[in-house]
């Protein structure tokens, strides 16, 4: 049974970074052909892609509104993923949702809160 444990989380003010990163127990990444994706959903807005990497090679994908800001990593051998966030904005305030998908298997974590005060 697959199982997603995310951290990282927290409240920080404007401009500042937070590290967010998700462990996978069950889905051993050397294993599978998958791709690795953050999304974030905000009060009373729908699910949001962020960003995305490939389990073979490094060809990221960012949501316009991060580019620059967010980066997406992946580590092999720790089975993790992580979302470093820089320059944080208010519009960054929403839960994160680590889901590493592969074929029609998708996988999702219990999500972790982010918060930037205006």
């Known amino acids: 049974q697959v199982r997603l444990e995310e951290s990282g989380g927290g409240s920080v003010q404007p401009g500042g970074s937070l590290r967010l990163s998700c462990a996978a127990y069950?889905?051993?990444?050397?294993?599978?052909?998958?791709?690795g994706n953050w999304y974030r959903q905000a009060p009373g807005k729908e699910r949001e892609l962020v960003a995305t990497?490939?389990?073979?090679?490094?060809?990221?994908f960012y949501a316009d509104p991060v580019k620059g800001r967010f980066t997406i990593s992946k580590d092999m051998d720790k089975n993790t993923l992580a979302l470093q966030m820089n320059n944080l904005k208010p519009e960054d305030s929403a839960i994160y949702y680590c889901?590493?998908?592969?074929?029609?298997?998708?996988?999702w974590g219990q999500g972790t809160q982010v918060t930037v005060p205006s």
């Open positions: 990497i490939p389990s073979k090679g490094d060809a990221s």
């Open positions: 889901n590493p998908a592969s074929g029609t298997d998708t996988y």
């Open positions: 069950g889905f051993t990444f050397y294993y599978y052909i998958w791709t």
